[in-house]
């Protein structure tokens, strides 16, 4: 059986990551939703180096008609984009460029 791995990044109980940076919604939620930071091809590697972020629904899911603030949204935004940059930066803080790359074989950065 394979297990999870942890995110990464420490978030506070309740805390959307984009609501909590945003600071246009309730910053805490009682429902979140593990979002994989590089998803497609890289979301086994995601899951495996803990690159997990926590998200509400609002911010998550992109079936709900107009909800273009989803990170999953088919409307394009640069939500997705700011937080895989904003990922590779703090875990540059405490690895190198190439071991990110090595990772997940490209740079957002
Ligand atoms: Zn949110
Ligand atoms: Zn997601």
New binding site residues.
Partial sequence: MKKRARSIFPQADGE????AR?ER?PRY?KHLEAHHIYYGCNHSQSDRYGFLIN??A???RGDQMGNKDAVHSEDKNDYGDYIKRWAQAEYEKTHTREEFMEIFGRSWL
């Avoid at 959307?16 to 609501?19: Q, T």
């Fill in positions: 959307c990551f984009l609501c945003l919604y939620h998200l509400c609002h911010h998550h």
